[in-house]
């Protein structure tokens, strides 16, 4: 996963988020990007945006600096509901 994009305030946030899809296009288990380090990221699952021709994801990795990455073209774990995803996140390893 490669990051594109580096935001460091709350109205930079809002801004690019007014420039990607309105709707997830689907959702990963937070397992499966667990070595992004984000202190605030409590949720079992993440939302992937869409951002033009990308497929991105974002994490608040530190106060008010938000970090976006991009999701590889075959990313094994995206699912197409919340529900999937965080039911991969609990299956036993």
């Not at 420039?19 to 992937?48: H, L, N």
């Amino acid at each position: 996963m490669n990051k594109i994009k580096t935001i460091r305030s709350h109205a930079g946030l809002a801004r690019w988020l007014a420039e990607v899809s309105e709707e997830p296009i689907g959702w990963i288990p937070r397992k499966a990007v667990a070595d992004i380090p984000s202190p605030y990221a409590y949720s079992p699952t993440k939302p992937v945006w869409k951002w033009g021709e990308k497929f991105v994801i974002w994490f608040e990795t530190r106060h008010r600096y938000y970090e976006v990455f991009e999701l590889p073209a075959r990313f094994p774990d995206c699912y197409l509901t919340e529900e999937l995803a965080s039911d991969a996140n609990f299956k036993a390893d």
